[in-house]
């Protein structure tokens, strides 16, 4: 971890992962459970964090999903993962979500895209600096571009529900 560059270009960290849905992956109507779509996002961003900043990463934080389309049993589901932004410790890792019919060549579908915020942390659990990310693309100039701005609405809501709770005299959880 001491010889950490100072900066990593998008392209090195960026990983792709490929799972065939199972069975026991299903929800009671048939189709695949959302958390299990959520377990692989969170591991392969995870992995993606790990590397980029050269050491443990946990997650801070996971966006609102929305599923567009339903994973059915047998697809072939495609998480790409790519860190997107940078802070001084902290890192929004996304992950776009596709998936192969398995009894159809059809187009591939987007089932959806996440966003998550890892934090790199030393041995005893405390935020160490990361390297900063280098979009080498327009794609990937744009995603950093986006990252900022979710970057700035995750900090102006949980200000705001700090400042609601001091004026109304409410209990912090
Ligand atoms: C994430 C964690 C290390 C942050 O520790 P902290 O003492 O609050 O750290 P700081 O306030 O100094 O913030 C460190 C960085 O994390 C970011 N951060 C902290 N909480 C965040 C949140 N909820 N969402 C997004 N970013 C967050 C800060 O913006 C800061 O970023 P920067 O260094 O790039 O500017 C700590 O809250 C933690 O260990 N959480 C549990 C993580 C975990 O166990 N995940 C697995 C769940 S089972």
Redesign the pocket.
Known sequence: MADEPQSRPTSATRLSLSHITAQNETNLLGTVHGGVVMTLVDSVAGVVAARHSGGPA????MDEMVFLVPVRVGDVVHFSAQVNW?????MEVGVRITADRWDSVSPQVHVASAYL?F?A?DDE???RP?PQVVPETDEERRRTREAEIRRSH??AR?QAIIESRQANGDKAE
């Open positions: 946990v997650t801070a934080s940078t802070g001084r410790s902290s915020v934090v942390v659990g405390k935020p990361v995750r900090l949980r």
